[in-house]
T-cell receptor, first 116, second 110 residues
């Protein structure tokens, strides 16, 4: 049983297209995240949702729009894809708010996005 | 914003040698976590340290949290090929979100 799953695993698309990545967790966690990992392996948080409510929104272009239909799902839609969006996108979840309390995070397998 | 730096960025060691990565913050952390990401994989939680000066061990891995709670280290004794990957520290500044360090990529020469 996969705890945090993402689809698709690979995504290759042309510049200017719109694409979505889906994430689901079956851990019963309240908080879900999107991270972007660039070619240098830096992990940058993008968004965080707690019980379907947006709680973290880092400085991310508004072409990126997260949606959480319920607390087990967090999707990421990207409009007008650019070359610089090429990266691995990780979904993660944690039991609590993920702030200060020492919550550990469980990561999905990642989606490798390549924009041509 | 708050940052967590790790050194070195890359480390190549001969199999059997020891390895250490260091994590530094300019301000106090409320806790520190360590994650390992295998090549092509995703970050996986290893351990959490909360107390000043805390030391924890997991087999060949030793984790330390500094007395001032501004730095941490991960030491691997007698590395094996299965230790290959990128090691991230991550910490909370007060009640803020988890901030990941810049990572140390370890490669092992067999």
């Amino acid at each position: 049983d996969t705890a945090v799953s993402q689809t698709p695993k690979y995504l290759v698309t042309q510049m200017g297209n719109d694409k979505s990545i889906k994430c689901e967790q079956n851990l019963g966690h309240d908080t879900m995240y999107w991270y972007k990992q660039d070619s240098k392996k830096f992990l940058k948080i993008m968004f965080s949702y707690n019980n379907k409510e947006l709680i973290i929104n880092e400085t991310v272009p508004n072409r990126f729009s997260p949606k959480s239909p319920d607390k087990a799902h967090l999707n990421l839609h990207i409009n007008s894809l650019e070359l610089g969006d090429s990266a691995v996108y990780f979904c993660a979840s944690s039991r609590g708010l993920g702030t200060g309390g020492g919550d550990t995070q469980y990561f999905g397998p990642g989606t490798r996005l390549t924009v041509l | 914003g708050q940052q967590v730096m790790q050194i070195p960025q890359y480390q190549h060691v001969q199999e059997g040698e020891d390895f250490t990565t260091y994590c530094n913050s300019s301000t106090t952390l409320s806790n520190i976590q360590w994650y390992k990401q295998r090549p092509g994989g995703h970050p996986v939680f290893l351990i959490q340290l909360v107390k000043s000066g805390e030391v924890k061990k997991q087999k060949r891995l030793t984790f330390q949290f500094g007395e001032a709670k501004k730095n941490s280290s991960l030491h691997i004794t007698a590395t094996q090929t299965t230790d290959v990957g990128t090691y991230f520290c991550a910490g909370h500044f007060g009640n803020e979100k988890l901030t990941f360090g810049t990572g140390t990529r370890l490669t092992i020469i067999p």
